[in-house]
């Protein structure tokens, strides 16, 4: 069982960049894919971006393509997610998640594709 704990979230500008980390423990991360989910007040959860723990193949929702990139470091056990460009629409709960399958499967965009989820780091981008 792997737990997963993210970190990095605060307050930017429009147009500002925060790094968001997803550091794991219990279980190496090379066992899992990994998703990143936010949650705006009111609003369902949503599937942002994933990465293929075969491949490393990554995967993005529209509103975050060419803003984000997601990438996994294996020495630390850690994914992240780099933001730039930010809009004050991506204001959130941000959550990083682990399916424990090899590869990414095509519905990674749902939450219920995965077994474990973090806490969660709120993002808040308002000048």
């Not at 992240?80 to 090899?102: G, H, I, R, W």
Request: overall charge neutral; charged content about 20%; hydrophobic content about 30%.
């Amino acid at each position: 069982q792997v737990q997963l704990v993210e970190s990095g979230g605060g307050l930017v500008q429009p147009g500002g960049s925060l790094r968001l980390s997803c550091a794991a423990s219990g279980s190496t991360l090379d066992n899992y894919a990994i998703g990143w989910f936010r949650q705006a007040p009111g609003k369902e959860r949503e599937g942002i971006s994933c990465i293929s723990n075969s491949d490393g193949s990554t995967y993005y929702v529209d509103s975050v393509k060419g803003r984000f990139t997601i990438s996994r470091d294996q020495a630390k056990n850690t994914v992240y997610l780099q933001m730039n460009s930010l809009k004050p629409e991506d204001t959130a709960v941000y959550y990083c998640a682990a399916d424990d399958y090899s590869g990414v499967r095509g519905h990674w965009r749902l939450p219920l594709t995965y077994d474990y989820w973090g806490h969660g780091t709120q993002v808040t981008v308002s000048s």
